[in-house]
């Protein structure tokens, strides 16, 4: 019955697509995705297969006697989905929190980095 509950409590939320950026290095792509009022005890990363997810909910102070006059973000769901390729080291992937942005570095694999062929003299 309490997952019963929890899953309609979360379907009343509005669920939002973080606004993300997307920068690749040589080493390893850098994902920032912009999520305020999420702490890493209110964030979920995972990784299955190919796919990462990352889900989130915000907490925001509750203000007792009051009532809401104008919201524009508050009690939600963050939600975002990727597609990660052979060319991630999946197993070194890393992820940080800080002023409501994650970070997550996805290294690339030895064999995907760029290398530089010696020519031998012949």
Do not use: W
Request: proline share 6%; glycine share 4%; hydrophobic share 35%.
């Amino acid at each position: 019955m309490t997952n019963e509950v929890l899953k309609r409590e979360a379907q009343n939320v509005p669920r939002f697509s973080p606004s993300t950026d997307i920068i690749e290095k040589e080493d390893g792509f850098h994902i920032y995705l912009d999520m305020p009022g999420v702490t890493r005890e209110n964030l979920n990363i995972d990784l299955q297969d190919t796919d990462l997810e990352v889900s989130a909910r915000p907490e925001f102070p509750k203000v007792e006697n009051a009532s809401n006059i104008h919201m524009e973000f508050g009690d939600c769901e963050y939600r975002r989905s990727f597609t990660i390729s052979d060319v991630v080291d999946r197993n070194n992937i890393k992820a940080t929190m800080k002023n409501g942005v994650l970070e997550l570095y996805l290294p690339k694999a030895e064999k995907a980095k760029p290398r530089k062929i010696q020519i031998e003299a012949g």
